[in-house]
């Protein structure tokens, strides 16, 4: 990549099809290596951050990505590693731990559903905080 070029965020295929449809596709910025750091001071959006990137493992299950809901599963632990401390002793907490590793196991199990449902719940206990 050149000076002064940005690498642009990709979208995967269930995007391509919303772009073509006319709607807005979901970004996948994992994949164009745009990842938040873990160990870094929790800010004022990861939450909101951590619920796109839930609702994003959502789009990938259903454009059956399998490899897009690891990278979100990957890309959701390092949010909640930098933000997990800011909610420490609430019940959204051992919440959201036990669906991030549901997460984590169904994606790496490739059961899709299964990935969808933790990401449903990761939504509505961030709600709940």
């Given amino acids: 990549m050149g000076a002064g070029r940005v690498a642009r965020p990709e979208v995967g295929a269930g995007g391509r099809a919303q772009a073509r449809r006319g709607e807005?596709?979901?970004?996948?910025l994992g994949r164009?290596?745009?990842?938040?750091?873990?160990?870094?001071?929790?800010?004022?959006?990861?939450?909101?951050?951590?619920?796109?990137?839930?609702?994003?493992v959502l789009a990938d299950v259903e454009a059956k990505d399998a490899v897009g809901v690891r990278e979100d599963a990957a890309i959701l632990d390092?949010?909640?590693?930098?933000?997990r401390h800011s909610v420490a002793g609430t019940?959204?907490?051992?919440?959201?731990?036990?669906e991030l590793s549901a997460l984590r196991?169904?994606?790496?199990?490739k059961r899709l559903e299964?990935?969808?449902?933790?990401?449903?719940?990761?939504?509505?206990?961030?709600a709940t905080l």
């Fill in 105 to 109: 196991a169904a994606a790496k199990d």
């Fill in 114 to 126: 299964a990935a969808s449902a933790a990401a449903d719940k990761v939504r509505a206990a961030l």
């Fill in 32 to 56: 164009a290596g745009v990842q938040p750091r873990a160990g870094a001071a929790a800010r004022p959006d990861d939450r909101g951050r951590l619920g796109a990137w839930a609702g994003q």
């Fill in 78 to 83: 390092a949010i909640w590693a930098r933000m």
């Fill in 24 to 28: 807005q596709p979901p970004v996948e």
């Fill in 91 to 98: 019940a959204g907490e051992a919440t959201i731990d036990a």
